[in-house]
Structure formats: structure tokens, C-alpha cells
């Protein structure tokens, strides 16, 4: 297993976690894994770049490549692409296929952990409208199983760093601009922001949603400056497609109401573009409730 980038510490304490190569971490073993490998299936994405610094290699590798995926927009870059957007999560598809090719639902404790934290993190713990009727007939599944719901789920929500929980109220007093006539939020987070917060990845999941339970916002932006770029993440409420802003402005993608992408920029810049493209979208926006 290879990840382009280090792991989300909340998904660490995972069975089979410590078996994930990271590339940017292990390049000589992931070039290798890479280079030896008859076959890829990737999983979770549907663009070659969000493979990172691992892109050129899969590019070169002369394997049978699989994409599964439940991304809209898929592109060309795979031998076979199975994707369904109308999937709450990846996970939801891949058990689906799995399932197929066993005959039947197939079940040991850390596949049906791996399975429910993936539909979890995906619905946003089923806040998110994407999960379905078989999704919830999947966790049902899982909830016979014996699934242990209250210790995954606890793991996954309840294990947050106090510097974490410091760093979300630093961002929501002082980083973050309501824009009432846009119907819009955003947060912004400097790398200064994060150091001084003893930032570990995955601290600032979930906080491009906060700003959409204020009444009138439906879009929300979270801006964190990188070493050399700008990480941006979206969030909609109803129908203002996020993954088309994201893809036309940011190089980004991602799903109608959840998308990110980035820019070339300093954080000054990138918040200065960003203002001039949300009035393009003006009218979008304001047609929305
Ligand atoms: P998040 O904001 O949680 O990082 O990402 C939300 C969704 O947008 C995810 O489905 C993710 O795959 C997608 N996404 C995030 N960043 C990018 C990006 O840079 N490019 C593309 N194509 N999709 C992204």
C-alpha cells in the first residue's frame, strides 16, 4: 500500500495502517514498489496529479492500472476506471465490488472497521446528504457484525490534541471573514497559525464546514499557506457546485458540495483572487437559499 502524503493522525490507531508505505517519506521503497508492480488499483481520486510526487513514476510504470473512485469528472490517466459519484464514499463502491467477487459479503473485524470509518468520514458521520439507502443497509451489516460503533467512533471524534481544539478557536475568532452579501465564509490560516498550534496533519479537518452552520452561508472556504502554495478546501450548502469553482479557478475537483484545490501563490494573493473570482460567481450565488 502507498500514500503520496503523510497519514491523517486521526486514522493512525488503523489496523494495517503501519503497513502504508508514505512516498515523500520512503521514495526509495515506494519507487521500487512502484517499478516491480503488475498491477495498480488506486483508490479515492480521479486525476493524476493528486498522486503528488508519485505521479511521474505510475505515469512511467508499464502496470495494468485500476482507478475506483466516486469523483465526478473522471480523467484518462488509468486501463480501467470504475467509478460511481452517486457513491457516499469510495469504501461504499469498493465493498460493493468486493462483495461480487466473494459471493457475498465479506467480513473480518479490520475490513468492516476500515469500511464503516470510510463511510463515516466521507458523510461527515452521516450529516452530509450523499450516503443513500444502501449505504445505511451497508452499516447495517456492519452493525450486526458487531462492529464496535462507539469505540471507532470515538477514535475517529474524540481524539483530537488539545492544541487542535485551541487552533479551531483561534481560526473561527480570529481567521475567519463572513461575507453576508456573497452568502459566503472564509477561514485562513497562515503557516505562522499553524507552528504556533503545533499543527500535526489532519487538525484542520472539518473546519471548512463550521462557517455553513451560520444562517444565510451556503459557501465556505478554508485557505492554509504551504511551503510554496495554497491548499484551499470548499463547502456548499445546496446547489452551488464547488467542484466546478474549485476546478475552473484552482486546479482543483472534488464533489458538489465538497471540493478543494490550490494555488500558485502567497496567501495574500491567493485570498485577493479569490474575492475577484466570488464576485464572478455573484449571481450563482445569490440565487441560492
Ligand atoms: P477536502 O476539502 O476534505 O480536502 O476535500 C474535499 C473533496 O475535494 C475530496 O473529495 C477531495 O478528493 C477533493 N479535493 C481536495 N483537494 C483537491 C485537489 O487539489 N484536486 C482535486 N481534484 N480534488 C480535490
Known amino acids: 500500500m502507498l500514500s503520496p502524503n503523510n497519514l491523517q493522525e486521526f486514522l ?12 515523500i517519506k520512503q521514495r526509495v521503497e515506494c519507487k521500487k514498489l512502484i517499478r516491480e508492480a503488475d498491477l495498480i488499483i488506486m483508490l ?14 505510475i505515469k512511467d510504470s508499464r502496470a ?3 482507478v475506483i473512485d466516486h469523483h465526478l469528472d473522471p480523467r484518462d490517466f488509468a486501463d480501467l476506471i470504475i467509478t460511481d459519484p452517486s457513491r457516499c464514499s469510495t469504501a461504499e463502491l469498493l465493498n ?23 463511510i463515516i468520514t466521507d458523510t461527515g458521520n452521516f450529516e452530509y446528504g ?10 447495517a451489516g456492519l ?11 470515538n477514535t475517529v ?34 503557516k505562522k497559525d499553524l507552528t504556533d498550534y503545533n499543527h500535526l496533519k489532519g487538525d484542520t479537518e472539518g473546519f471548512v464546514n463550521m462557517p455553513l452552520s451560520i444562517k444565510g452561508i451556503i459557501f465556505s472556504t478554508l485557505f492554509i499557506e504551504k511551503e510554496d502554495h495554497v491548499k484551499l478546501s470548499f463547502r456548499s450548502r445546496g446547489q452551488f457546485p464547488v467542484n466546478e469553482f474549485a ?8 464533489h458538489l458540495n465538497a471540493s478543494g484545490g490550490e494555488y500558485n501563490d502567497t496567501l495574500e494573493n491567493t485570498i485577493s483572487y479569490f474575492l475577484k473570482v466570488l464576485k464572478e460567481n455573484l449571481g450563482r450565488l445569490k440565487d441560492q437559499s
Open 12 to 23: 493512525k490507531w488503523m489496523e494495517g495502517a503501519e503497513l502504508i508505505n508514505i512516498f
Open 44 to 57: 479515492d481520486f480521479n486525476q493524476s496529479n493528486r498522486l503528488g510526487e508519485a505521479e511521474k513514476y
Open 64 to 66: 495494468y492500472k485500476v
Open 96 to 118: 460493493d465490488l468486493i462483495c461480487d467477487i466473494n459471493g457475498g459479503q465479506f467480513l473480518n473485524t479490520p475490513y468492516a472497521e476500515a469500511l464503516y470509518v470510510a
Open 130 to 139: 450523499t450516503y443513500s439507502g444502501n449505504t445505511l443497509r451497508t452499516v
Open 143 to 153: 452493525l450486526d457484525y458487531g462492529i464496535e460503533r462507539d469505540r471507532v467512533l
Open 157 to 190: 471524534y474524540n481524539n483530537f490534541s488539545e492544541d487542535r481544539m485551541r487552533l479551531m478557536g483561534f481560526a473561527l475568532d480570529k481567521r475567519m471573514v463572513i461575507i453576508p452579501e456573497y452568502k459566503s465564509a472564509y477561514i485562513y490560516l497562515t
Open 247 to 254: 476546478a475552473i479557478y484552482f486546479s482543483g475537483g472534488g
